[in-house]
């Protein structure tokens, strides 16, 4: 398997445009996260979801975040309108049960100038 | 509230040394603890999953412990090599849902 596939790797931007970021899933997995990391707040667990319904999404700070997961095999997260502070890396991940282990996608570096 | 902690912040040690990273939480009523590796620039590796009702686990030259009633698993790394030079971080689940709360990170330096 490919793994966790998250795109774009990289992303630059202006305050006040919109930002989506993309994640796909290993297949076969039913559970899906967003996960910000910054040098500040450390790793912080944005939203889950099971079988493509967000379960917890308390960690999503404010309403200019959304999430959605319109099938099993992709993920969106997009920020309208960005701000500097948004600047992170964004990583997504998987797993399925029995086992509990999650698998890292790449990340995505996101740049708000 | 659950808190992870992790310390120390940064440890350099030389090649073949064994070693102990530390992680600590707050709330004994975790459902399972996790150990990952992060490498620059990448993402997250799961490294051992300890569930709430063990001790220990293993793998290769990676032992995690886990001590519920104090509040702290180890991860602890025989002969270390350079390849093992990452940061680490620990990771506690608290209950029935999958939410992980992450410590900062230990971030190791094995020198060749």
């Known amino acids: 398997d490919a793994g966790v596939i998250q795109s774009p790797r990289h992303e630059v931007t202006e305050m006040g445009q919109e930002v989506t970021l993309r994640c796909k899933p290993i297949s076969g997995h039913d559970y899906l996260f967003w996960y910000r990391q910054t040098m500040m707040r450390g790793l912080e667990l944005l939203i889950y979801f099971n079988n493509n319904v967000p379960i917890d999404d308390s960690g999503m700070p404010e309403d200019r975040f959304s999430a959605k997961m319109p099938n099993a095999s992709f993920s969106t997260l997009k920020i309208q309108p960005s701000e500097p502070r948004d600047s992170a890396v964004y990583f997504c991940?998987?797993?399925?049960?029995?086992?509990?282990?999650?698998?890292f996608g790449p990340g995505t570096r996101l740049t708000v100038l | 509230k659950q808190e992870v902690t992790q310390i120390p912040a940064a440890l350099s040690v030389p090649e073949g040394e064994n070693l102990v990273l530390n992680c600590s939480f707050t709330?004994?009523?975790?459902?399972?603890l996790q150990w990952f590796r992060q490498d620059p620039g990448k993402g997250l590796t799961s490294l051992l999953l300890i569930q709430s009702s063990q001790r220990e686990q293993t793998s290769g030259r990676l032992n995690a412990s886990l001590d519920k009633s104090s509040g702290r698993s180890t991860l602890y790394i025989a002969a270390s090599q350079p390849g093992d030079s990452a940061t680490y971080l620990c990771?506690?689940?608290?209950?029935?849902?999958?939410?992980?709360?992450f410590g900062s990170g230990t971030r190791l330096l094995v020198r060749p």
């Open positions: 990771a506690a689940r608290m209950d029935s849902s999958y939410k992980l709360i």
């Open positions: 991940a998987s797993s399925h049960l029995p086992s509990d282990t999650q698998y």
């Open positions: 709330d004994s009523a975790i459902y399972n």
